[in-house]
């Protein structure tokens, strides 16, 4: 008879829990106790946590700065921002939550897990401050790509001028936050809005070869050159005005007189919320070029618009051709300053 032979075999009564994400990062790194975690829901947008270690209770937590809560795990800490209305939609804790402001460092996935593991973001290689600042200096000669142009570099900042016929047209200033770069631009020393440009000015990831074209696009961008005061008529036609002008006023006994406007254009409309503001300078006075600008000037011109005017100042074309009616009509609006 032949024996049978069983072999013993045990089932745990209870499955082992698995640590937390956060309590274990401790455990593994108990150095990072007080130290900044930060979580990117966006590449360009970061949260910042402190690592609380409660001695009594043998427990970490995560302090979020942003809406001064204490919570008691990653996951809650990022449902909780997520609740607030911060950010939308849902993100991995392991691949979103980093130990140094940078979303293209090691996240906490690679403390936490020895398997290889996908980084969330996809890393590109971010434009430096140094590469570009060498790349100007060897456009600008020249030889170069740029001419007219000047460069002045200081730590994660990057100032560029471009000039036409030596006198200074555009400025262009690109900064540097860690690897999130910004870009402001300057025509006449005014800032251009964002939203009249192509490509976003606020601080985000850009790669070397956008910051070049962004660089290539603002010196070739036209810009307003404002409404001319140099009408159509004759030069022999603007003389006559002058003497009539001068005829009329010294009858009238004044002896100082500012011509129609002067430097400002000014809506002298009665019952006007805006009464005696400006609304356009001139700029370049006595000068061949001179113009009007007005104060919401678009500053640049498209390229598919063959004009060297923007369209809120050729708005001004019409104001100025009704001061030359009333000069003819010999209407007194102008403004006087006895002696």
Known sequence: MK????????????????TEAL??????????????????????????GILMFDAKEQRTYIYSLIND??????????????????????????????????????????????????????????ANIEDIFLYMQSEIKPEGKFSETT????????EIYFFKQQLLEKQLLIKAKGILITYEVFVCNQL?????????????????????????????????QGQSTKGKHSKNLTILFIILLNIFFSILGFENVTYIRGTQLVNNKRNSQKEHIPFAFLEKQGQPDEAYRRI???????????????????????????????ILARVNSVKAIHA
Request: net charge positive; aromatic share 14%; glycine share 2%.
């Open 3 to 18: 024996k049978h032979f069983c072999k013993s075999i045990s089932f745990p009564s209870k499955r082992q829990k698995k």
């Open 23 to 48: 309590q274990e990062l401790i455990q593994i790194r108990p150095e990072l106790k007080g130290k900044p975690v930060y979580f990117f829901p966006k590449l360009d947008r970061y949260f910042e």
């Open 151 to 158: 460069i002045r570099y200081q730590d994660k900042y990057l």
């Open 69 to 126: 809560c204490k919570y008691e795990t990653f996951s809650k800490w990022i449902n909780g921002l997520q609740k607030r209305g911060l950010f939308k939609g849902q993100r991995s804790a392991l691949a979103t939550v980093f130990l140094e402001p940078n979303p293209t460092s090691l996240p906490i996935a690679s403390i936490l897990r020895t398997s290889e593991y996908i980084p969330y973001w996809k890393s590109i290689a971010s």
């Open 296 to 326: 919401d000037c678009i500053l640049i011109i498209e390229k598919t618009k063959n004009k060297n005017i923007c369209e809120n100042c050729e708005k001004l074309k019409k104001t100025i051709q009704q001061i030359q009616r009333r």
């Open 192 to 224: 251009v809005k964002e939203e009249y440009l192509p490509f976003l000015t606020k601080a985000i990831k850009r790669t070397y070869d956008e910051v070049k074209n962004f660089i290539e696009y603002i010196y070739n961008l036209n810009i307003c």
